[in-house]
């Protein structure tokens, strides 16, 4: 008798256990948020001898650079540049940005943009004392469409969900622009 208790009990203990995982299975895809590892990284990174960079910034953009959810090239002999913003006052990683990627040449003289990327991200950086390593970075991005705002909301801090949906940084990312197309 005993030991039918203990079998049944078992019985329910992993139909238990199997519908949690079930559960957290289901609202973890329900979500589906884009989360990248490290890859594509190009060559130049990986020549460094390990001596990576120790600006944050600079790292975040050779990190977008190398991630095709923000910069390709479309046309031989391009250049690409990529840009971003703080979404929140947040000195540490994870950092909420607004990223803009964009693909250009020259052509009499004239800037012709070709193709790029302009959209929320959220960079996430593991937590150790080193230099800023863009091998070691990845990131999460809101899906298009009808999930985007929910994902926005999912994603970001309540501040940064504000500048988002206002927008109101993007004259300063043109100036970035620009500055980042003159260096």
């Given at each position: 008798?005993?030991?039918?208790?203990?079998?049944?009990?078992?019985?329910?203990?992993?139909?238990?256990?199997?519908?949690?995982?079930?559960?957290?299975?289901?609202?973890?895809?329900?979500?589906?948020?884009?989360?990248?590892?490290?890859?594509?990284?190009?060559?130049?990174?990986?020549?460094?001898?390990?001596?990576?960079?120790?600006?944050?910034?600079?790292?975040?953009?050779?990190?977008?650079?190398?991630?095709?959810?923000?910069?390709?090239?479309?046309?031989?002999n391009?250049?690409?540049?990529?840009?971003?913003?703080?979404?929140?006052?947040?000195?540490?990683?994870?950092?909420?940005?607004?990223?803009h990627?964009?693909?250009?040449?020259?052509?009499?003289?004239k800037?012709?943009?070709?193709?790029?990327?302009?959209?929320?991200?959220?960079?996430d950086?593991?937590?150790?004392?080193?230099?800023?390593?863009?091998?070691?970075?990845?990131?999460?991005?809101?899906?298009?469409?009808?999930?985007?705002?929910?994902?926005?909301?999912?994603?970001?801090s309540?501040?940064?969900?504000?500048?988002?949906?206002?927008?109101d940084?993007?004259?300063?990312?043109?100036?970035?622009?620009?500055q980042?197309?003159?260096?």
């Amino acid at each position: 008798m005993f030991k039918k208790i203990k079998t049944i009990s078992l019985i329910y203990l992993i139909v238990f256990l199997g519908i949690i995982f079930l559960i957290c299975s289901v609202s973890m895809n329900s979500l589906k948020l884009k989360q990248e590892p490290k890859k594509n990284i190009p060559n130049t990174i990986q020549k460094q001898n390990n001596n990576y960079l120790s600006s944050r910034e600079n790292a975040v953009k050779e990190y977008l650079l190398s991630q095709k959810d923000f910069s390709w090239s479309t046309k031989e002999n391009s250049q690409r540049k990529c840009v971003f913003i703080n979404l929140d006052s947040n000195e540490i990683f994870p950092i909420a940005i607004w990223s803009h990627c964009f693909e250009y040449v020259l052509e009499n003289g004239k800037i012709q943009e070709l193709s790029g990327s302009s959209l929320p991200t959220l960079i996430d950086y593991p937590n150790e004392l080193s230099f800023f390593n863009p091998l070691k970075m990845t990131h999460i991005i809101p899906r298009d469409g009808k999930y985007y705002s929910q994902d926005i909301k999912d994603i970001f801090s309540q501040t940064a969900q504000n500048k988002i949906f206002s927008k109101d940084f993007m004259q300063e990312i043109k100036d970035l622009k620009i500055q980042e197309i003159q260096k």
